[in-house]
């Protein structure tokens, strides 16, 4: 899934296309969208909030968009060949210079003023580490209120802060020195708020793009732990670990030796085919 910096950069890339322009022509497959009621409308802006994005316009609604695992935001100018199948476009918007379509989305839903405001998930997220003025202080607040639940659980938590996916959840911890089955009381302030500095600027670098790193020693190694379950630690060489965290079963990579429990109790067990 998308995590909060590759939505951003979507942001991004889409403004200069979109912003301030006309809509000539809309189409897709969304049940939820009046794709009729689009044309002639102007986007006024786009918004990126967490894991969704918002296409603002000129009479107030918004298109609000979730790519989920496997969606994506494309342009094409006119003409050219699309790199996807026409029947996966739940969206597409055309302008006097190009199309942008949207590929198979999670969430595509047209919204009025009211609707947003009321939105059962966009009404209920925290504060988006990418956002221009982020409160660390009300971020910790938020986190206190789940202080029985591990941080590698916590961190995931789009009401407490929004942005952070299963990759920055892993590699974050590894960074820090945290168990990800550490309860949230373990931190004290400092602590998280060092987390949630790290987690804003890891974010802000990647939005350069186009890939995802969280190493910066020019070795051509993006990540720390990430996807290298059974591999060695690059710190200590201990075989890095993978664990299901939480109701979605969401996967923690960690190393048990750079991130033990601080209070010496046991961690849970890796899963059984990453016992090797």
């Known amino acids: 899934m998308p995590e ?5 950069r979507t942001a991004i890339t889409l403004r200069p296309w979109l912003v301030g322009k006309k809509i000539l022509a809309a189409d897709g497959w969304s049940d939820w969208l009046e794709f009729a009621s689009l044309v002639d409308r102007e986007v006024t802006a786009i918004e990126a909030r967490g894991k969704h994005l918002l296409l603002h316009l000129d009479d107030a609604r918004v298109v609000h968009g979730h790519s989920g695992m496997t969606g994506s935001w494309h342009l094409y100018p006119h003409g050219e060949r699309w790199l996807k199948p026409a029947r996966r476009a739940a969206l597409v918007l ?3 210079q190009l199309a942008v379509v949207f590929f198979n989305p ?3 839903e047209l919204l009025s ?6 939105h059962p998930h966009l009404s209920r997220l925290g504060p988006d580490l990418l956002g221009e003025q982020l409160d660390v202080e009300e971020v910790i607040a938020r986190f206190r209120t789940q202080n029985h639940a591990p941080i590698g659980e916590a961190v995931m938590n789009q009401t407490l802060c929004c942005g952070i996916g299963n990759i920055y959840k892993s590699e974050l911890l590894f960074l820090q020195n945290i168990d990800p089955f550490a309860p949230v009381a373990q931190l004290d302030d400092l602590a998280l708020a060092d987390l949630l500095d790290l987690a804003r600027d890891l974010m802000q670098h990647n939005l350069q793009g186009p890939t995802r790193t ?3 020693a020019g070795d051509g190694g993006k990540l720390w732990v990430y996807g290298r379950r059974g591999e060695p630690c690059y710190l200590c060489g201990t075989n890095i670990r993978l664990r299901r965290q939480g109701d979605l079963g969401r996967t923690t990579y960690w190393c048990s030796s750079c991130q033990p429990p601080a209070d010496g109790s046991t961690q849970p067990q890796a899963e059984e085919h990453d016992q090797a």
């Open 4 to 8: 909060g910096d590759t939505i951003h």
């Open 94 to 96: 055309e302008t006097d």
């Open 106 to 108: 999670n969430v595509l």
């Open 113 to 118: 003023p009211t609707q947003l405001r009321r």
């Open 214 to 216: 969280t190493r910066f």
